[in-house]
């Protein structure tokens, strides 16, 4: 199975357009989900290297190729990041497309003068040095890239030991380190005991997701009018993307259903309406155990738009509706109004057998609600992706249901779960326990060929210094560019976990997990976890 085409996809876009547009419109080809007008000085972009841009994408050439590895300046890793996120649509081999381009161009013999950039300083950065491929093949898992053998667990543990006995990480911590062509785990400290893992659980319910559901997966919103009567039912179908506004940026559009659904009542000569909305696909309380009212996460719902936020935001904290399918409802009616449809004030009803279908929307695959929840670590997606997961495994669609499903997909892929416990889907349950152990190997099975259809959990994971979580993090950092590691926080708890490079071009899956009943200085932790990775990334530990 090959991944599907993705729509590019907009949560990262801030961070991807304040790149893109330090970048020359003719690197910008390989861009194309990027407008290029120029802000930003390229002048901050440093021209000379070190190594190169993949972890930026441990991607691959083929459906048998899971490893990126390759040297490139620091304007190298910008485009990079940039092809990464903004570029979505794959293509037959399983390539992202403007990847491919990139890679080509950047085999070219000499360097890039970007010329004048208007509304700088007028200086001009140097030409930034070619770079070799950033993709390298990886005929299979049995053996690596890399020109030498795999880094030894003394020469990691005399790299990483240092650092992990930081006073920093607080009373408990636990480590991994694996080798992605191999799953051989390398290194490890108190890797098989479960802590807290905070939103790295999001890593758990990708795969779990992706294996129950596939990653073609589409979640329909749909009206239907039920038979010899008036009523209208917006039927919700869980998916947290869908969107009233405007521009849907690819996403489940209220509008565009509204329109479908005026189009079909006026053929059936109905303008006057009794609109009620259905949630009876999920169970049990939609109230997060961390509470109701919650800046982090709306009540889970079959139904709502915009994720209940109530404000203009699609990722972060918000103010939160508290009934988000309600209000979802009364923006359809307001929508149909506006179409010639009369809706009476919403209620919540069940869509029976015989009801007749009006009008139906999607959202995008469920590879690119993954890679979206991992890059901005939305919970309200992860969340909806547990209860997707259940509804595919036959469980229950709670938290709960959801958890049970995630454990019982990972253990079909014979995954470590020893000690683990899935509370909920998006990490924020203080219930949660995992290993590191579990992340790395959750990690590799992604990079496995045998299951590309788990593919966008690597892709969706954030690039050190370039796009998401870890947008705000490495400045600096030898990891910059090169790390891919999804974060996880909570108080007192602190996590990395992702895909690295070496610097022999070996493809690395880490996991660090700390934990404290006391809170430790957040900024010290977190940069101590951003420093082991960043270790592993130039790490000549063979």
Partial sequence: MVVPELKAWRAARPHVVRVARSVRPQLVRAVGAVKPPLVRAAGTVKPQLVRAAETVKPLVTRPSTVQLTAGSATLGLVVAATVVTAAGPWDSTG???????????????????????????????APAPSAASVLSALGGLGGSVGAGPSPTEKALADVLGPLLNEAALGPERAAAVVDMATGKRLYGRAAGTALTPASTTKIATAVAALSAAGADHRIATRTVLEPDTTELVLVGGGDPTLTARKDAEGNASLRTLADATARALKDRKTKDVTLSYDTSLYEGPGAHPIGADNTNLAPVSALMADEGRLDDSSSGIADRSRNPAA??????????????????????????????????????????????????????????????TALAAGEPASFKGGGTAIRKQLKKLELPLKGTTFADGSGLDRADRLTADLLTALLAKAADPAHPELRATLTGLPVAGFTGTLSTRYAGRPGTGLVRAKTGTLTGVHALAGTVVDTDGHLLAFAFLTSSDRPTDRTATQQTLDRLASTLATCGCS
């Fill in 327 to 388: 209000d979802a409802t009364k923006k359809f009616a307001d929508l149909l109004k506006e179409r010639g449809i009369k809706a009476t004030a919403p209620g919540p009803s069940k869509a029976t057998d015989r009801a007749k279908a009006l009008a139906t929307v999607q959202s995008p695959p469920l590879s690119a609600l993954v890679e979206r929840m991992l890059t901005t670590s939305d919970n309200d997606i992860a969340e909806a992706l547990a209860r997707q």
């Fill in 95 to 125: 390539q992202r497309t403007a990847e491919r381009d990139w890679a080509a161009s950047r085999e070219r013999s000499g360097g890039a003068d970007h010329g004048h950039v208007s509304g700088t300083s007028g200086k001009a950065p």
